[in-house]
């Protein structure tokens, strides 16, 4: 599954990008995130409860971030797990600013295993979608300027 977009976040790029590399920001702003631990200079142990559809659980997940380039760029791999199946993804953010705006364009590949792939690709795409929106909502909470 592919997720694309991109988000303004109301604040200036070097706040926004130094949010998204600090697990205290992060574990804040992913949805269902309850840990966020630093393992390594760019990978983080973390466990997260998530539903789709009727289906509901707790995953264990491996975040690590590669290719940084701040404030502007970096690419952050995953690989979660639970009894619900597997979750696999990649995804890619670009930062630009422009009078004090971030925007944050997102590419991503996501690959779901287990019983998590039987909701079908439409339940698992909207999900997506509201996690997205949810992610960058706290997200901007959490960097714009108030």
């Known amino acids: 599954m592919k997720v694309e977009g991109a988000q303004k976040i109301g604040a200036p790029r070097e ?3 130094a949010a998204l590399v600090d697990p ?3 574990q804040k702003c992913i949805p269902g995130c309850q840990v966020l ?9 973390a466990k997260l409860t ?3 559809g009727s289906i509901k659980g707790v ?18 791999l995953v690989d979660a797990k639970g009894q619900q199946g597997f979750v696999k993804g990649s995804g890619i953010l670009d930062l630009s600013e ?17 019983t998590l ?5 439409r339940m698992l795409e909207s ?9 960058f909502s706290a997200l901007e909470n959490e960097t714009g300027d108030k």
């Open 15 to 17: 706040r926004v990008f």
């Open 24 to 26: 205290a920001i992060l």
């Open 37 to 45: 631990e630093k393992i390594g200079d760019t990978q983080y142990a």
């Open 50 to 52: 998530a539903s789709i």
């Open 59 to 76: 995953f264990t997940a491996t975040v690590t971030m590669v290719d940084l380039v701040a404030p502007s760029h970096y690419k952050l």
């Open 98 to 114: 422009q009078s004090g705006v971030t925007e944050i364009k997102y590419t991503g590949d996501v690959n779901v295993g287990g």
């Open 117 to 121: 792939a039987s909701v079908g690709q």
């Open 127 to 135: 999900t997506a979608k509201m996690m997205v929106a949810k992610f």
